[in-house]
């Protein structure tokens, strides 16, 4: 081997120690982040959050899905409940012990904000002052000791957890995993017999090509809500003291091998479609065109407030 050779050789291996060096940092101790707590959110099956001034919201998974129990039973937000689920997650800044006596320096003797995810308890106290960090505690951490370990997490998630109930009510039309058995509608009733899907209408020239039907069922399974709202006054015949026209959409169904049925009242509102169900008093917020694509077949008619579609 000439000397170049040589060189060459020396040279490769004094990279690569220079870069085994800067990889390994021989001496020098890498930083480990903290965190609220290390439960795994997989694990968690009930949600229960407490919210001093407002109503509590308390969920449970039922298979891959969650369904909130109070204040209404209906499908949840699954974006909402991922959001509470990061909770366990939160990247703790800096913490610090805590006695019970100074605990109310922090608003957490009497937090806002409690959070059960299963059985662990989190809560939320008082602004950081500068930073716009939260004080919080993991309660599970403080259950041997004779002090509180507060710690310091991002703020934004308190605003999202205290939000109103409406945004964590999953904005879809239909539960998870539904099976559509039957849409009803004036006029036309659209049902599923023997795995093929028949047409009643009262109208002439209503007919249906196959294709359009699986686009229509598919539909209902596709399109979410823009907004989803609660504690509508609702009396027989009345929305908030006006009066309400006869057309609904009625869909049957069949979910975990029980038949249930839900009813939607269809009401304008400027240019705005409210599908309001009676039972809960509740109302999603769709556009026209995402009932047309709903319906097909729906005529246009007179609304409660004299305009049309």
């Known amino acids: 081997m000439n000397n170049d050779a040589r060189n060459n050789v020396r040279l490769a291996v004094i990279v690569l120690l220079l870069a085994l060096i800067a990889w390994y940092k021989p001496g020098l101790k890498q930083y480990q982040y903290q965190y609220l707590s290390s439960l795994n959110p997989e694990q968690v099956q009930t949600i229960v959050i407490e919210r001093q001034g407002i109503e509590s919201v308390r969920l449970t998974k039922q298979g891959q899905h969650w369904l909130m129990q109070s204040p209404y039973p209906l499908p949840a937000n699954p974006l909402r409940v991922k959001t509470v689920l990061a909770l366990a997650a939160k990247r703790s800044y800096s913490s610090f012990d805590v006695p019970d006596s100074e605990l109310k320096k922090y608003a957490l003797d009497k937090p806002k904000l409690s959070v059960w995810l299963g059985n662990h308890r989190f809560d939320l106290g008082s602004e950081a002052p500068l930073n716009g960090q939260r004080y919080a505690m993991n309660i599970q951490d403080n259950i041997h000791s004779d002090k509180n370990t507060v710690h310091l ?20 039309l239909l539960p998870p995993d539904a099976d559509l058995e039957q849409i009803q509608w004036t006029g036309y009733s659209l049902t599923l017999k023997n795995g093929q899907w028949q047409l009643k209408t009262s109208r002439e020239n209503a007919g249906i090509q196959p294709d359009s039907v699986v686009q229509l069922i598919n539909n209902w399974k596709a399109i979410q809500a823009s907004r989803v709202e609660t504690r509508l006054k609702v009396t027989p015949g009345t929305l908030d003291g006006t009066q309400m026209t006869e057309k609904t959409i009625t869909i049957h169904f069949k979910l975990n091998n029980r038949e249930q049925t839900i009813s939607y009242h269809i009401i304008q509102e400027d240019s705005q479609i409210k599908l309001l169900r009676q039972d809960l008093s509740v109302a999603w917020w769709i556009t026209p065109q995402q009932l047309k694509r709903l319906t097909e077949f729906i005529p246009v008619t007179k609304t409660t407030k004299s305009s049309q579609y």
């Open 153 to 172: 997490i991002n703020g934004a998630v308190y605003y999202q957890l205290r939000a109103p109930v409406d945004s964590f009510i999953s904005p879809s």
